[in-house]
T-cell receptor, first 114, second 115 residues
Framework: DSGVTQTPKHLITATGQRVTLRCSPR?????VYWYQQSLDQGLQFLIQ???????AKGNILERFSAQQFPDLHSELNLSSLELGDSALYFC?????????????FGPGTRLLVL | AQKVTQAQTEISVVEKEDVTLDCVYE???????LFWYKQPPSGELVFLIR??????QNEISGRYSWNFQKSTSSFNFTITASQVVDSAVYFC????????????FGKGTKLTVNP
């Protein structure tokens, strides 16, 4: 158990819908990262937050957005869902000490868009 | 740009065999970090090791060992006396100081250990 929690574990929805994925980092970690794992694209970085502020952006679609709240939990919002958004979405967190600290991953949310 | 290549898509071995998973990386940064993660069939990503670019010492942890060679830009992972529980997808990843702290992952190597 990494200490990072993600809810829900599974999500089934329809095209055009909107969903919210939630992540709670390990105690004391200030950075939260979101990654998408799909069969064709592999594991891809989406976005990073550090202590409530956006720090880095990767290949995140405009239909996707995220935020980190004062209690440091984070939410990833996916809207106007398409079949191709079906994937495993991971959240990771890392401690605030040094650069490129180890990222510890949550169990993931498996999203299926029908 | 950073890139990680894991040329072996799938490897199948018999229990107790040794197996090496290859990882080759590309980066222009002089300071960078390399990682290995394990993804068992249950789906979670489990951290195995972190290495910085200034530390070329090989590392051994039980049946696991890692060989980091800057000259060939490789960070290979060896499992000695493999066990069925080692069956998983293994990912090599890179984080470079010149970019953000994001991890750039290889495509992964699926290891199957047969009894």
């Amino acid at each position: 158990d990494s200490g990072v929690t993600q809810t829900p574990k599974h999500l089934i929805t329809a095209t055009g819908q909107r969903v919210t994925l939630r992540c709670s980092p390990r105690s004391g970690d200030l950075s939260v990262y979101w990654y998408q794992q799909s069969l064709d694209q592999g594991l891809q970085f989406l976005i990073q937050y550090y202590n409530g502020e956006e720090r880095a952006k990767g290949n995140i679609l405009e239909r996707f957005s995220a935020q980190q709240f004062p209690d440091l939990h984070s939410e990833l919002n996916l809207s106007s869902l398409e079949l191709g958004d079906s994937a495993l979405y991971f959240c990771a967190s890392s401690p605030p000490t040094r650069y490129s600290e180890t990222q510890y991953f949550g169990p993931g949310t498996r999203l299926l868009v029908l | 740009a950073q890139k990680v290549t894991q040329a072996q898509t799938e490897i199948s071995v018999v229990e107790k065999e040794d197996v090496t998973l290859d990882c080759v990386y590309e980066t222009r940064d002089t300071t960078y970090y390399l990682f290995w993660y394990k993804q068992p069939p249950s789906g979670e990503l489990v951290f195995l090791i972190r290495r910085n670019s200034f530390d070329e010492q090989n590392e051994i942890s039980g049946r696991y060992s890692w060989n980091f060679q800057k000259s060939t830009s490789s960070f290979n992972f060896t499992i000695t006396a493999s066990q069925v529980v080692d069956s998983a997808v293994y990912f090599c990843a890179l984080s470079a100081q010149g970019g953000s702290e994001k991890l750039v992952f290889g495509k992964g190597t699926k290891l199957t250990v047969n009894p």
